[in-house]
């Protein structure tokens, strides 16, 4: 059955004549391919390679310049945190020397200022002393005054305390 099927139809049974004109029909095109459509393909497709080379290439050095950048960033990065631990151990230094002042100047200032009151103090307790020394002079005057006016309210007493006085001022 497939052969009656060839049989019967001509452009399924192959003949000498079909395949001479079939092949030299192929071989007009292959050259008219080749002389006109040859050049442009591969040309193109040359062009295609290199676009897709540069592509590649270029591709590469983004590549690269991301990993250089990447270090460079890493490196400023590094450098900021650095920078800033250095700023900060320095406003460290600072605060600490100007607490360190602040307690200095304190610290003198109280000290002047309790020496100031000391100094008052004593002003005020030496013009207290001398306030009372002058109070009990006054009342020893003022007894003495009284004592001796009723001891010397009497001629024989007082010859008596004069040269008791006089004995004492001799001896002397």
Known sequence: MKLGILLLN??????????????????????LLKKFAWK?????????????????DTAKKAREEMASLKSD????????????DTILKEARE????MIAEAKGLASKEGERIISSARE?????????ITELKNQVATLSIEIAEKILKQELSEKDKQKTVIGNLLQEVKMN
């Open 10 to 31: 001509p452009l399924l049974s192959p003949s000498y004549g079909l395949i001479v004109w079939t092949l030299f029909a192929f071989l007009i095109v292959l050259f």
């Open 40 to 56: 442009p393909i591969l040309k193109s497709l040359q062009e295609r390679e290199d676009s897709i080379q540069s592509a590649i």
């Open 73 to 84: 960033h890493e490196k400023i990065v590094a450098q900021a945190k650095t920078d800033r």
């Open 94 to 97: 600072i605060k600490d020397k």
């Open 120 to 128: 008052s103090i004593q002003n005020e307790k030496m013009a207290a």
